[in-house]
């Protein structure tokens, strides 16, 4: 398996045609970029999001009417400390063009989930996040085992419907 990295990995959402799907299963990423913004949650000060504007900016450029990004966020309750900080940071993301959803962990028992958060482009290209073990995101690695792909489309369908949109989810 190829690791895709760098601009090949940001082209997967360059290239897209209808839908980039991401499923995220953990309570919590350690990645060197999120560190020092998240240390400023936890200790109550304000942030100017210059980290996330990367992300943000390719959001707008590639979302469109026909393009989506959809997200799903599988989370415990109570909440971690990095859950109660991305829901301030979602609406960014919403703004920007993605549709972001949450799901508590105790609503998916019965889905079958991979052991790793992934993209599914179109419903065809599987590509898992890797991340190294203090947390740093290494690049993506491309799934092209029929199975795996199957299990993956019918997690991103399950979720998708069991899980709560942004506005309703912190309403509630």
Wanted: hydrophobic share 40%.
């Amino acid at each position: 398996m190829e690791l895709l990295r760098g601009e090949e990995f940001e082209n997967l959402f360059r290239n897209f045609k209808r839908t980039a799907f991401h499923l995220e299963l953990h309570d919590s990423y350690n990645t060197p970029e999120e560190r020092g913004p998240f240390k400023l949650f936890l200790d109550g000060e304000s942030d100017d999001f210059a980290w996330h504007r990367p992300w943000l900016k390719l959001v707008r450029e590639i979302t469109t009417p026909n393009r989506r990004i959809n997200r799903v966020r599988i989370v415990s309750q109570p909440h971690t400390d990095y859950t109660r900080w991305g829901l301030t940071v979602a609406p960014l993301n919403i703004e920007a063009g993605e549709d972001i959803r949450w799901l508590p962990r105790g609503l998916v028992s019965e889905v079958p989930l991979p052991a790793d958060d992934f993209w599914l482009f179109d419903e065809e290209r599987l590509v898992f996040t890797v991340f190294e073990t203090d947390g740093a995101f290494v690049g993506g690695v491309e799934a092209r085992y029929a199975e795996l792909v199957s299990l993956c489309r019918k997690a991103q369908q399950d979720t998708w419907n069991l899980a709560i949109p942004h506005s309703e989810y912190v309403a509630g």
